[in-house]
């Protein structure tokens, strides 16, 4: 998506009245997790510089509300932009096999808001939430993608939605993913 474009779309869901649902969505996968400890590792360094990228891509844009899990990697992923912009971040608590639940929980969550929300999910939730919240159904992102950012009017008819890409490159897709 062109950055003209984007920018229009971003200038807009700023400008709609607040209605039931947020005006806008930013949807990210956790950035680059390290592989210890297993259960709830810290970003890396490569994840902590997209943290930081992501904060510099968003600082704009007058997110009001950041939904994240209870997990180390998504809090640290919002923490950047939630300290530059004071706000305290709100986990959505994710159980191991109960990905549709979540799913719902996390929509549930959005659409209690107002403004502007970030949600920083994973690989397996982040476009599901999309659809969840009246998007198109995508591919799950790949286990190496973690560049992807899509922006969505909920509340907008049909609701619009666009997507870019922040902080470094990740690597090549594989076939079926994002």
């Known amino acids: 998506m062109s950055v003209p474009l984007l920018a229009c779309l971003l200038t807009g869901a700023l400008a709609l009245p607040v209605a039931a649902m947020p ?82 929980a996390v929509a549930d969550a959005v659409r209690a808001q107002t403004g502007a929300v970030l949600v920083v999910g994973h690989s397996n939730t982040v476009t599901a939430v999309l659809a969840a919240l009246g998007g198109p159904k995508l591919a799950a992102l790949c286990e190496t993608s973690f560049h992807h950012a899509f922006v969505l009017q909920p509340a907008a008819e049909p609701p619009r939605w666009a997507q870019f890409n922040y902080g470094a490159p990740s690597a090549a897709p594989e076939a079926g993913c994002l």
């Open 23 to 104: 005006e806008l969505v930013i949807l990210v996968r956790h950035a680059e997790r390290a592989s210890e400890p297993a259960g709830d590792p810290a970003l890396t360094p490569a994840g902590e510089q997209r943290a930081q990228a992501l904060a510099q891509a968003l600082v704009g844009l007058r997110v009001n509300a950041i939904l994240t899990t209870q997990l180390r990697r998504t809090r640290d992923t919002a923490a950047p932009l939630a300290q530059a912009l004071g706000l305290q971040v709100q986990p959505v608590e994710a159980k191991r096999g109960g990905t549709a639940a979540h799913v719902q």
